[in-house]
């Protein structure tokens, strides 16, 4: 257990639709980013939550969003899914950035 | 332009045979680190070393070993006496100064025969 907790672990969905993935950092880490990973563009960086703000966005889709709650943990929102956001996205969080990122297990998304 | 290039894209090997897994990277930042992780077919992402610009010491844990030479922009990543366990995705990856976040290589898919 890498102390970073991803929910659901798999999740299938129509096109058009929307869901909420959830992810608790660490204790003590105030950094969470989100990852994406697909086959086609490998894995890519979405955005950063530091502390409940919003520090760095990535490749992420206007369709999709996040946000970091008071508790640290943070939510992202993927809304209009097309077959192509079938991923695997990864929640990671850090203490502050370069000293390392503990990965979750992963959200695996599947949209058909 | 930051990038990270692993070009191998799969490796075969039989166990017990050492192998060495190439990362290329690019950056103009004086301060950047460097990862590598470990994705098993579970699908996690295991986190197996970060390594700092200024420190191109050489690193060695247990069978695996790591090899930064900044004046080839490398930091390559040899695994000795392989086993089937070690079977994975390998990930480098590259955070600068400037811009906190990963930049991963596409991966290097590392099959290690009985």
């Known amino acids: 257990d890498s102390g970073v907790t991803q929910t659901p672990k798999h999740l299938i969905t129509a096109t058009g639709q929307r869901v909420t993935l959830r992810c608790s950092p660490r204790?003590?880490?105030?950094?969470v980013y989100w990852y994406q990973q697909s086959l086609d563009q490998g894995l890519q960086f979405l955005i950063q939550?530091?502390?409940?703000?919003?520090?760095a966005k990535g490749n992420i889709l206007e369709r999709f969003s996040a946000q970091q709650f008071p508790d640290l943990h943070s939510e992202l929102n993927l809304s209009s899914l097309e077959l192509g956001d079938s991923a695997l996205y990864f929640c990671?969080?850090?203490?502050?950035?370069?000293?390392?990122?503990?990965f979750g297990s992963g959200t695996r998304l599947t949209v058909v | 332009a930051q990038k990270v290039t692993q070009a191998q894209t799969e490796i075969s090997v039989v166990e017990k045979e050492d192998v060495t897994l190439d990362c290329v990277y690019e950056?103009?930042?004086?301060?950047?680190?460097l990862f590598w992780y470990k994705q098993p077919p579970s699908g996690e992402l295991v986190f197996l070393i970060r390594?700092?610009?200024?420190d191109e010491q050489n690193e060695i844990s247990g069978r695996y070993s790591w090899n930064f030479q900044k004046s080839t922009s490398s930091f390559n990543f040899t695994i000795t006496a392989s086993q089937v366990v070690d079977s994975a995705v390998y990930f480098c990856?590259?955070?600068?100064?400037?811009?906190?976040?990963?930049?991963w290589g596409a991966g290097t898919k590392l099959i290690i025969k009985p």
């Open positions: 990671a969080s850090s203490v502050e950035g370069s000293y390392g990122y503990t």
């Open positions: 204790s003590g880490d105030l950094s």
């Open positions: 939550y530091y502390n409940g703000e919003e520090r």
């Open positions: 950056t103009r930042d004086t301060t950047y680190y």
């Open positions: 390594r700092n610009s200024f």
């Open positions: 990856a590259l955070e600068t100064d400037s811009n906190y976040q990963l930049i």
